[in-house]
């Protein structure tokens, strides 16, 4: 049994956590590159947080100038032992009206410009993202978002698209006719991502607008989001606050999905033929098995 450390990776609108005991800026290297920025790690009662907006202070970074590789690895070297993911997106079915939540189960990856994976040439893994969250950690957050008051859904498949474009009305047409419940830019490759690295992974999908298909409506646009996103963001606040409260109570153990062990029997390429380079960037994600 370990103590929980839960990172929290803030999407738009959301770039710092309320009420964070002992706050205090970390700078971390990470062999992948430059993050996002530096990491806040702070408590909330016995339960340690840690931090980091996803598009950087100032929001500078678009979708695909995320470095999701060195921020997963950051806070894998912070100690993280689970991640929660707050991402504004758009609805892409009437019943998930703007200023709503939606708690992801599942994804849909049409991102295409992003290093999607920690291995590759030199060491080959290959791990299992049938189940891509934590059905765990979501739980919790579902139950954290109705307790302050948020029109939360539980399950939703999330597409994520490149951008930083929003969608034509073709697109949004087809990923509705898919089965989609929302899009949004963020989300891939940072849940396979943290899968490698063995990280606990859910994502609260917070509802800005409906896209472009909603015949009632107005295509999304940075002035309709802006809106919405301020409530959003106050709601969110309230919810890692609830959700830090409850985790002081909930025993941390490794959850039934095998999340925290997905490593043992998805490296392929054995030990003698490894990248001693390769392997020495992988200390902190894959360091448990390498």
């Known amino acids: 049994m370990s103590k ?9 609108g959301l770039y710092e956590i309320d009420g964070l005991e002992n706050a205090r ?14 990491v806040m790690r702070g408590n909330i009662g016995d339960v340690e947080l840690v931090f980091l907006p996803r598009h ?3 929001h500078r970074l678009s979708p695909t100038h995320v470095n999701y590789r060195a921020n997963i690895d950051i806070l894998k070297r912070a100690g993280v032992t689970d991640i929660l993911s707050i991402s504004a997106v758009g609805s892409l079915q009437q019943q998930y009206p703007p200023g709503d939540f939606v708690v992801i189960d ?8 992003r290093e999607k994976s920690f291995f590759g040439e030199g060491c080959v893994a290959h791990v ?3 189940q891509p969250v934590c059905e765990r950690l979501a739980g919790l957050a579902f139950e954290a978002g109705q307790a302050v008051g948020a029109s939360c859904h539980k399950g939703g498949t999330y ?3 490149e951008g930083p474009q929003f969608s034509t009305y073709a697109e949004s047409q087809l990923y509705r006719s898919w089965g989609c419940d929302v899009i949004g830019m963020t989300n891939m490759p940072e849940a396979k991502l943290a899968r490698e690295a063995e990280l606990p992974y859910a994502t609260v999908a917070m509802v800005t607008d ?12 940075v002035e309709s989001v802006l809106k919405i996103m301020h409530g959003n963001s106050a709601r969110a606040k309230l919810l890692i ?16 999905q095998g999340i925290e062990t997905c490593l043992d029997f998805a490296l392929i390429t054995p030990s003698e033929a490894r990248d001693p380079e390769l392997l020495a960037k992988l200390d902190a994600v894959a360091g448990r098995v390498l």
């Open 4 to 12: 929980w450390v839960l990172g929290v990776l803030g999407g738009s």
């Open 25 to 38: 800026e970390e700078h971390i290297v990470s062999p992948w590159g430059v993050p996002s920025g530096n």
């Open 56 to 58: 950087g202070k100032g």
């Open 106 to 113: 599942q994804f849909i990856d049409r991102s295409f410009a």
């Open 128 to 130: 299992s993202m049938a």
């Open 159 to 161: 597409i994520v698209m």
């Open 210 to 221: 409906y896209d472009c298909w909603h015949e009632e409506e107005e295509a999304v646009s």
């Open 241 to 256: 606050q609830h959700l830090a409260k409850e985790l002081n109570g909930t025993p941390r153990t490794n959850g039934n």
